[in-house]
């Protein structure tokens, strides 16, 4: 899942758009990707998870398919990878992958991450980068923590993750099942290149 980082605005940019330097575009990214996950819409889905055993969900997931932020697009062995902060009580994430290509640039977007539902603890406050924090709901997850199923409330975004590059068609309807048992849209699903 992508995040973005900020840095210093050069103050002698030109106002041309394709002039704009990187550090200001990365801003501006990080606000569009505030917009479009806490605006998209009025709807609020707030059902996770039965209980999330934290420390069996951290460790390394790659992104299979999903619908997922335009930033996105073009992600190839896109993979997050979850480590518990002791010291924090926080979860470290670093997101990486190739851009679009196998061969493409590396990428790694380091993230934090807060437990809002300490009850289930699959409703996370996650920060790209300071002051912004986006929800994260950890719609599913299986018994052995083979995959998981992630969304937002407004329903716009949906990865799904498993701790294999690939996933069997028949577990993937299964994951498909869940979510539309719980009413969340699994439409518009756009596979992420896997290759290692």
């Known amino acids: 899942?992508?995040?973005?980082?900020?840095?210093?605005?050069?103050?002698?940019?030109?106002?041309?758009?394709?002039?704009?330097?990187?550090?200001?575009?990365?801003?501006?990214?990080?606000?569009?990707?505030?917009?479009?996950?806490?605006?998209?819409?009025?709807?609020?889905?707030?059902?996770?998870?039965?209980?999330?055993?934290?420390?069996?969900?951290?460790?390394?997931?790659?992104?299979?398919?999903?619908?997922?932020?335009?930033?996105?697009?073009?992600?190839?062995?896109?993979?997050?990878?979850?480590?518990?902060?002791?010291?924090?009580?926080r979860i470290d994430i670093d997101f990486t992958y190739r851009k679009d290509s196998f061969e493409g640039k590396q990428k790694s977007l380091p993230q934090k991450a807060w437990i809002v539902d300490s009850v289930t603890n699959a409703h996370w406050k996650v920060q790209p980068f300071w002051p912004l924090k986006f929800d994260y709901l950890i719609l599913a997850v299986d018994a052995e923590y083979t995959w998981t199923a992630i969304g937002v409330p407004g329903g716009k975004y949906l990865w799904i993750m498993a701790r294999t590059p690939t996933l069997a068609p028949e577990k993937m309807d299964e994951i498909l099942r869940q979510l539309n048992a719980i009413h969340y849209p699994v439409d518009k699903l756009v596979p992420v290149p896997q290759r290692w």
């Open 1 to 89: 899942m992508y995040a973005v980082a900020t840095s210093t605005i050069n103050n002698k940019a030109s106002h041309r758009p394709h002039n704009i330097k990187k550090p200001t575009k990365w801003i501006l990214t990080g606000l569009g990707i505030a917009t479009a996950l806490c605006g998209c819409t009025t709807a609020r889905f707030t059902q996770t998870s039965t209980p999330v055993e934290i420390s069996k969900f951290m460790g390394k997931w790659y992104v299979i398919t999903g619908r997922t932020t335009y930033l996105e697009q073009g992600a190839h062995n896109a993979v997050e990878i979850y480590t518990w902060n002791k010291d924090k009580e």
